[in-house]
């Protein structure tokens, strides 16, 4: 079998775009979506796929016209798929659910594994921080010349993920790229401020219906813990004060186990408000965040993401 024969084998093996085994929230989801559409365009096979609790980002609005599969097809071998990895890069919330040494690309805004990966794969690997890694997906998109060819619906589910991981354009760790990719993405969706209004009263009541699931879907377990709580649970709402109403309730859901806190972002405040109730983390950050704490409460006069704060933490620090 000549060279040319075994790259177009090769070529056809389908492509599986998935994220980690743990955790699916928009972005993850919309990337998956997304990538899968533009490889089929370029005519190879290729899936969306994950088995991982979507957290309450999934809007249903968002998702009833996609097919991001939840069951594995039985068309496809395991063996023989070629994966892509979408919004995480760390091994260890990849490798119970992907064969690491089948992987041929990986697309993350979460730093800490570049070397890892371009050890493995080279330039295949897109991590770097950024507001969103629906940003490096549509970056794809236009790299390809395909941006006219993208579904609406899909433009769309790409926008929620910018705006859930930029907090609506305003958090720090937004980039040029990432309002121009919103820019144009809302043309290709047909998105105006009407559209923005309703997905974030969307998120609100779909938070507030069940709220002990919307934390539990976005709980995260961190390692190296010297500062942050090894348990973090997030939500993005945009207005918590009437979350903050539940909070004996939602501290009898979490007391029983390991060190936790909770980020709970304000958009309407533009703030992130800290639940914490443990005495050397509460110390800690203060420390480093430079808030204070009262009554297992401080409030951030900026807004915070989760991979912000681990970040500033960890590295940054």
Same mark, same amino acid.
């Given at each position: 079998?000549?060279?040319?024969?075994?790259?177009?084998?090769?070529?056809?093996?389908?492509?599986?775009?998935?994220a980690?085994?743990?955790?699916?929230?928009?972005?993850?989801?919309?990337?998956?979506?997304?990538?899968?559409?533009?490889w089929?365009?370029?005519?190879?096979?290729?899936?969306?796929y994950?088995?991982?609790?979507?957290?309450?980002?999934?809007?249903?609005?968002l998702?009833?016209?996609?097919?991001?599969?939840?069951?594995?097809?039985?068309d496809?071998?395991?063996?023989e798929?070629?994966?892509?990895?979408?919004d995480?890069?760390?091994?260890?919330?990849?490798?119970?659910?992907?064969?690491?040494?089948?992987?041929?690309?990986?697309?993350?805004?979460?730093?800490?594994?570049?070397?890892?990966?371009? $050890?493995?794969i080279?330039? @295949? %690997?897109?991590? =770097?921080f #950024?507001?969103?890694?629906?940003t /490096?997906?549509?970056?794809?998109?236009?790299?390809?010349?395909?941006?006219?060819?993208?579904?609406?619906?899909?433009?769309?589910?790409?926008?929620a993920?910018?705006?859930?991981?930029?907090?609506?354009?305003?958090?720090?760790?937004?980039?040029?790229?990432?309002?121009?990719?919103?820019?144009?993405?809302?043309?290709?969706?047909g998105? $105006?401020?009407?559209?923005? @209004? %309703?997905?974030? =009263?969307e #998120?609100?009541?779909?938070?507030? /219906?069940?709220?002990?699931?919307?934390?539990?879907?976005?709980?995260?377990?961190?390692?190296?813990?010297?500062?942050?709580?090894?348990?973090?649970a997030?939500?993005?709402v945009?207005?918590?004060?009437?979350?903050?109403?539940?909070?004996?309730?939602?501290?009898?859901?979490?007391?029983g186990?390991?060190?936790?806190?909770?980020?709970i972002?304000?958009?309407?405040?533009?703030?992130?408000?800290?639940?914490?109730?443990?005495?050397?983390?509460?110390?800690?950050?203060?420390?480093?965040?430079?808030?204070?704490?009262?009554?297992?409460?401080?409030?951030?006069?900026?807004?915070y993401l989760?991979?912000?704060?681990?970040?500033?933490?960890?590295?940054?620090?």
């Amino acid at each position: 079998m000549n060279q040319q024969t075994i790259q177009s084998k090769q070529s056809q093996r389908p492509i599986v775009v998935t994220a980690g085994s743990t955790y699916l929230d928009i972005d993850a989801y919309a990337c998956a979506v997304a990538l899968a559409e533009l490889w089929r365009l370029k005519g190879c096979p290729a899936i969306a796929y994950s088995a991982a609790t979507a957290n309450y980002s999934v809007c249903a609005s968002l998702t009833e016209d996609h097919s991001l599969l939840r069951i594995w097809p039985s068309d496809i071998d395991r063996k023989e798929a070629r994966y892509i990895i979408v919004d995480v890069s760390d091994p260890d919330y990849i490798k119970d659910a992907v064969p690491l040494d089948q992987v041929v690309r990986v697309y993350d805004h979460h730093v800490g594994f570049e070397s890892y990966w371009n $050890d493995r794969i080279g330039e @295949a %690997a897109h991590i =770097e921080f #950024i507001g969103a890694a629906a940003t /490096l997906i549509y970056r794809e998109w236009k790299n390809e010349g395909l941006q006219g060819q993208m579904k609406s619906s899909t433009a769309r589910l790409l926008v929620a993920a910018i705006l859930d991981n930029t907090l609506n354009l305003t958090s720090s760790n937004t980039t040029p790229e990432d309002e121009v990719a919103f820019r144009e993405l809302c043309q290709i969706g047909g998105i $105006d401020e009407t559209w923005r @209004a %309703a997905y974030f =009263e969307e #998120i609100q009541k779909s938070v507030e /219906l069940d709220l002990q699931n919307a934390l539990m879907g976005d709980l995260k377990s961190l390692r190296d813990t010297a500062i942050l709580p090894p348990r973090m649970a997030q939500l993005c709402v945009w207005d918590a004060q009437g979350i903050l109403g539940y909070l004996p309730e939602i501290r009898r859901w979490f007391e029983g186990g390991e060190g936790w806190m909770i980020n709970i972002i304000s958009l309407k405040e533009s703030c992130s408000y800290f639940v914490c109730y443990d005495a050397y983390h509460q110390k800690e950050i203060e420390r480093v965040f430079d808030v204070r704490f009262r009554d297992g409460v401080a409030v951030s006069a900026v807004p915070y993401l989760r991979k912000q704060m681990i970040k500033k933490a960890y590295f940054d620090h």
